[in-house]
């Protein structure tokens, strides 16, 4: 009898916590979504800020959405070339799950772990060393540096499930390990790119890295030295300034970026599922 | 064997090696420069007075982390066990109640969830949450709340890293073979029974990582704690308190104090701070972990 009860206890309290998660989590997006919807419009996306903007005038976040974007392909262009063959490195170069193995992972752990902001304060004082302003590069350079170990991670997720029997059947055929690897990165492709969509998810929405490092600018960049804006420090401004106008575009952007990301985990599970079959 | 494969074979092997150890040098040079930056303030104050006093006032030459520190931690700290407990449970009831259909449902809302910016739920909380803990809740406990406090910044990271726990644990228990689950039913078990002695035992260390990285999101939560924890430098003293963490600590002031070398010093020295918890947390998981796993397997 005791144990009916406990079950029957135990399967509300299960129930109340989803009904709860839900209600809370779409409440959050109805909330944005109302408030940001109303100052939604064509312009917003495609124009740039005038200068009545930040009084509540015309204009758009045209700047920021280019910024973002520019910067979050070249950050994930440059981590990827760091992140593919280190986690490749760790799985098909060291011993599999020798000790250097392990230690490589677990610095991953702790590099996945530090906070933005100290690889945006990181990423300033790099900057300040190479002589350059907060630019487009700086905030290049401190994204890149964030979402390195979350690519690195991802891949090697996928890379230990790799079959030793696969590297073991290309090396007998007298293949040398760089042609194993060639091997092996075509069969982790659709890995590869989840991983990729997953870091981009991640940099495109942090602010912390990009305060100190990329500046803010009306403008779109030209070179990467210019400062460049970027959508979830327009949403932080916007959001901070006592107009009621210029609030509710902060809801319209945070929507923007919002539907940004969600396309882009679309298209991640999409892919996962397409390469499953 | 055509040299040309080996010199590209060796070529290969030795780059794949330079950007691993680049990655593992990247590691100790952010180390290295954030504890030359924090020389400055380090020689100036004993690390016990800058780590154990709660008096910060700059101007006058007054570095206390403590209770950045303290609200660090305890924003932390109440984001996981407001979370924890939802996530675990609304986990079991997808994974082992819920049927196919359901969890198929599901699955890519979490995921949808997951990705939301901080930013956007910093910008819910400053709306939602701020006013109705300074108009409903904090009224019923203390005489006066501004709602930037502990318990909007706590709610707000635990709604974030909600839809982080629960993505992880429902691949957690999928992984998990269905044998197992039968053998336990077919004893008699009941459900519940089955997914706590079961199913939630030998997923543990899957758990306990989850947490970890839980946890590591939420310390380090830079702009949406910022946003609604009211950044007052005191002592968390009760949920309606405002507080002030590390990180929201770099962010509102980095940038404008390079005038100050001291002051510039010390916020290198709170980014050191973070970055040496962080180090220290990933060791004692791992080391939990380890365990674990020797006494489950």
């Known amino acids: ?277 | 064997m055509k040299l040309s494969r080996r010199i590209k074979d060796l070529t290969a092997t030795r780059l794949m090696m330079v950007a691993t150890l680049m990655a593992f040098a990247l590691m100790i040079i952010i180390g290295v420069v954030l504890a030359v930056k924090s020389e400055q303030i380090l020689s100036g104050h004993s690390l016990w007075s800058l780590l154990g006093s709660s008096v910060w006032k700059p101007m006058k030459g007054e570095f206390g982390f403590l209770a950045f520190i303290a609200g660090t931690l305890a924003v932390t700290a109440l984001a996981i066990v407001l979370a924890l407990p939802p996530a675990l449970l609304a986990s079991i009831w997808l994974s082992e109640y819920a049927g196919e259909r359901i969890r198929r449902l599901f699955a890519p809302v979490i995921d949808l969830l997951a990705g939301i910016p901080p930013v956007v739920y910093g910008v819910w909380g400053t709306l939602t949450l701020v006013p109705l803990i300074s108009e409903t809740i904090a009224p019923l406990f203390v005489d006066f709340s501004t709602g930037y406090s502990l318990l909007a910044g706590g709610v707000v990271l635990a709604i974030m890293v909600i839809p982080l726990m629960m993505g992880l644990f429902g691949e957690l228990f999928a992984s998990i073979p269905r044998d197992l689950r039968e053998a336990s039913l077919a004893l008699g078990a009941t459900r519940w029974e089955t997914a706590r002695r079961v199913v939630v035992r030998k997923a543990l260390p899957g758990i306990v990582a989850t947490v970890v990285l839980a946890i590591s999101r939420a310390f380090g939560e830079t702009i949406a704690v910022m946003m609604v924890c009211g950044n007052v430098a005191d002592m968390p003293g009760s949920l309606f308190n405002p507080v002030y963490p590390l990180p929201a600590l770099i962010a509102n002031n980095y940038g404008e104090m390079m005038s100050m070398p001291d002051y510039e010093s010390a916020l290198m020295l709170a980014a050191l701070i973070l970055f040496v918890i962080i180090i220290a947390f990933n060791a004692i998981s791992h080391a939990i972990l380890h365990r674990l796993k020797q006494r489950i397997a």
């Open chain 1, 1 to 277: 009898m005791k144990r009916r009860i406990t079950e029957i206890i135990m399967k509300g309290l299960m129930l109340l916590s989803v009904a709860t998660i839900m209600m809370v989590l779409l409440y959050i997006l109805y909330i944005v979504a109302r408030r940001g919807l109303h100052s939604l419009s064509w312009e917003m996306v495609t124009s740039l800020p005038t200068g009545g903007y930040y009084l509540g005038k015309e204009g758009g976040i045209a700047n920021a959405i280019v910024g973002s974007l520019m910067m979050i392909v070249a950050a994930t262009l440059l981590s990827l070339i760091i992140s593919l063959p280190t986690a490749l490195c760790i799985n098909f170069v060291m011993r599999r799950n020798g000790r250097l193995a392990r230690s490589s992972r677990f610095m991953f752990d702790v590099l996945f772990g530090i906070p933005s902001i100290v690889y945006g304060a990181f990423g300033f004082l790099l900057m300040m060393w190479l002589g350059v302003q907060a630019s487009l590069l700086g905030g290049t350079i401190a994204v890149a540096l964030l979402i390195m170990p979350i690519m690195v991670r991802a891949i090697d997720e996928v890379a230990i499930l790799v079959p030793s029997d696969l590297t073991e059947a290309v090396f007998s055929l007298g293949a040398t390990r760089y042609e194993m690897l060639k091997v092996v990165v075509r069969q982790l492709r659709p890995g590869i790119v989840s991983a990729t969509l997953l870091a981009v998810g991640r940099g495109i929405g942090d602010a912390a890295t990009v305060l100190f490092t990329a500046g803010y600018t009306d403008s779109i960049p030209v070179t990467p030295y210019d400062p460049a804006a970027t959508l979830p420090l327009a949403i932080f401004f916007q959001l901070s300034s006592p107009i009621e106008e210029v609030q509710n575009r902060a809801y319209a952007a945070a929507l923007i970026l919002t539907a940004m990301i969600l396309v882009i985990s679309f298209v991640v599970r999409a892919l996962a599922r397409y390469s499953r079959k």
